[in-house]
């Protein structure tokens, strides 16, 4: 299974930051997709997850300012994050999951959040 | 949230030592759904153990989890070169999923 995470590495302050993770190798049906990312030093924190029925959960914490998408027949899913600050610049990581156990990831892609 | 707390924050070791990492639950991890995520330098975290004891496909026996509750453990017995490696444990036994800080095994 191999999963790639494209999308802009800088995001202005109180834009939308938008990734979308494509996935080879696996029935995508057989997984929920996850995002996890992890700013530098500190904890990796659970984003969300979608399921190709399109059915979401989302971590409360960021819950107001999430949406995810799936585009199953393109083996690829999205995360949208509005309103972002510097506190949101991290490592932006998409897995596959069984419910929350994370299992591929794929690379991760730095995002930084400054004017 | 359950909060992960992992000591220590860095364990120096030779190979050949024995490597153990704790993972401690600010409230008992329900079935005990506690993974471990093995992330070397430049590269993604990998599912190492889940369900706090079995062995993800492609670790060595070497590597075992034990614990239950709030308490759990990641040993690593005759470290090998390769398992210099950042630790992470993840508990996924209640909503939202959490990690600890993770524990750097560093050469000495």
């Known amino acids: 299974v191999q999963l790639q995470v494209s999308g802009p590495g800088l995001v202005k302050p109180s834009e939308t930051l938008s990734l979308t993770c494509n996935v080879s190798?696996?029935?995508?049906?057989?997984?929920?997709w996850s995002w996890i990312r992890q700013p530098a030093g500190k904890k990796l924190e659970w984003i969300g997850r979608?399921?190709?029925?399109?059915?979401?959960s989302y971590n409360p914490s960021l819950k107001s300012r999430v949406t995810m998408s799936i585009d199953t027949p393109n083996n690829q899913f999205s995360l949208r994050l509005t309103a972002v600050t510097a506190a949101d610049t991290a490592i932006y990581y998409c897995?596959?999951?069984?419910?929350?156990?994370?299992?591929?990831w794929g690379p991760g892609i730095q995002v930084t959040v400054s004017s | 949230e359950i909060v992960l707390t992992q000591s220590p924050g860095t364990l120096s070791l030779s190979p050949g030592d024995r490597a153990t990492l704790s993972c401690r639950a600010s409230e008992s991890v329900s079935s005990n759904y506690l993974a471990w995520y093995q992330q070397k330098p430049g590269q993604t975290p990998r599912l190492l153990i889940y369900g706090a004891s079995s062995r993800a496909t492609g670790f060595p026996d070497r590597f075992s989890g034990s614990g239950s509750g709030t308490d759990f453990t990641l040993t690593i017995i005759r470290l090998e070169p390769e398992d210099f490696a950042v630790y992470y444990c993840q508990q996924y036994g209640s909503s939202p999923p959490t990690f600890g800080q993770g524990t750097k095994v560093e050469i000495k």
């Open positions: 897995a596959g999951s069984n419910w929350n156990l994370f299992d591929p």
């Open positions: 190798g696996a029935s995508f049906t057989n997984y929920f």
């Open positions: 979608i399921y190709t029925t399109g059915s979401t």
